[in-house]
Structure formats: structure tokens, C-alpha cells
């Protein structure tokens, strides 16, 4: 069965400290990762989509990286606006759905 | 990055009553789109994917008589909630695919719905 785990559930960090959070998935065949961010109230933002490993992408302060096994969001020197719910994804291959992670809530105090 | 909208982004409406939320994709053409609902602080819960000109395909325990799904065009595909009762408040969330040279899912603002 096709599966996503996200970790940690939440994580409280301080302005300008860097972390990373952990995206592991189970796919029978992988088309796609996805990461997106959802603030409260909002539908999900579209971030990365990844497609093989080895795979790097950037967008601001935030870096997505790719295995074969997981997925990682490093975020540098983070703001508190960057503060929001972070979802991983996976697109089986041959599957039109997407399989999500339950999030990670990521805090940014000042 | 591609526009989807919703339509309202809020509704209430009385026990027993059918309420309709459409999702456009503003600045692509959509094959697919896909109907979510969430509960508050939990993840996204597929209902159903949406394929325009052919029947919907709802995932196990979504009722389909409940939750009528259209997709009539590749900008435009819309959810019904058919007598709604108050334990269907919930947000509804569409999202869309973009397909082309890299493959994209977007999603739409949001519907919060309360029944009352």
C-alpha cells in the first residue's frame, strides 16, 4: 500500500534557525513528490514537485531533496511568515491521486 | 505558478437543503481536478477525482448520490452537497492538474461550509 509519513508532527524553531523536516514514503513506482505549504483557513500552495533521485530543488529558503526512500525540506535562516502546515505528497505511477503525508506545523518565533 | 478558484469561499445553509461549489482553473485547461474535504487539523482527505466529460470516480465511503461531482468543461468542474446535514460542514478544498514538460497539481482557496 502506497504510504507517506511525515515527521516531526510539529516543530517550534526561532528566527534564523535552520532545520530540515523529514518526508518517507512507500510507492509502488513514484511519478512525482510533492511538497506543498497550507496556512490556516487556505487551500495548499504548490512548492516542488520531484521526480527521481538525486533530484535538488530551491525556492526562496526553502531547499527539496529527494531519495529513494524519503524526501527532505530544508528551510535556512527562517522567517516567522514561513511559519504554516507543510504537506508531502506522492503520485503513484499509473495512479491520477495524490497519497499525503498528515503535515508537518512549522512555528517560526521571532 | 496556475490560478485555481473556488466558488463561495464560505457558505451557510440550512439541514436539508443542497448547496453547489464550483472550482475554475483560471489560466490552464484541466482534465483532471480533485475534490478534498478537511477537518480541522488533519490532513487532506480525497472525496473524488473529477475527469472532464466522464463520470467521476469517488473514493470507498464517499456516498456518490451525496456528493454529486460535474466536470463539463476543462475549466470547470463543480461538487453539489445534496441535503446537507450538520455533519458535512467541513472545508472543501479542488484541486486541479497541469500537465505539460513538468507535472503540477494546484490546489483552490477553500469552501468552508456550515450547516445549520
Known amino acids: 500500500e502506497d504510504q507517506v509519513t511525515q515527521s516531526p508532527e510539529a516543530l517550534r524553531l526561532q528566527e534564523g534557525e535552520s532545520s530540515s523536516l523529514n518526508c518517507s514514503y512507500t510507492?509502488?513506482?513514484?511519478?512525482?513528490l510533492f511538497w506543498y505549504r497550507q496556512d490556516p483557513g487556505k487551500g495548499p500552495e504548490f512548492l516542488f514537485t520531484?521526480?527521481?533521485a538525486g533530484e535538488e530543488k530551491e525556492k526562496e529558503r526553502l531547499k527539496a531533496t529527494l531519495t529513494k526512500k524519503e524526501s527532505f525540506l530544508h528551510i535556512t535562516a527562517p522567517k516567522p511568515e514561513d511559519s504554516a502546515t507543510y504537506l508531502c505528497a506522492v503520485r503513484p505511477k499509473g495512479a491520477q491521486k495524490l497519497v499525503f503525508g498528515q503535515g508537518t506545523r512549522l512555528t517560526i518565533n521571532p | 505558478g496556475a490560478v485555481v478558484s473556488q466558488h463561495p469561499s464560505w457558505v451557510i445553509c440550512k439541514s436539508g437543503t443542497s448547496v453547489k461549489i464550483e472550482c475554475r482553473s483560471l489560466d490552464f485547461q484541466a482534465t483532471t481536478m480533485f475534490w478534498y474535504r478537511q477537518f480541522p487539523k488533519q490532513s487532506l482527505m480525497l472525496m473524488a477525482t473529477s475527469n472532464e466529460g466522464s463520470k467521476a470516480t469517488y473514493e470507498q465511503g464517499v456516498e456518490k448520490d451525496k456528493f454529486l461531482i460535474n466536470h463539463a468543461s476543462l475549466t470547470l468542474s463543480t461538487l453539489t452537497v445534496t441535503s446537507a446535514h450538520p455533519e458535512d460542514s467541513s472545508f472543501y478544498i479542488c484541486?486541479?492538474?497541469?500537465?505539460?514538460?513538468?507535472?503540477?497539481?494546484?490546489f483552490g482557496p477553500g469552501t468552508r461550509l456550515t450547516v445549520t
Open positions: 520531484l521526480y527521481s
Open positions: 484541486s486541479a492538474d497541469r500537465e505539460g514538460r513538468e507535472y503540477e497539481q494546484y
Open positions: 510507492v509502488s513506482g513514484l511519478r512525482g
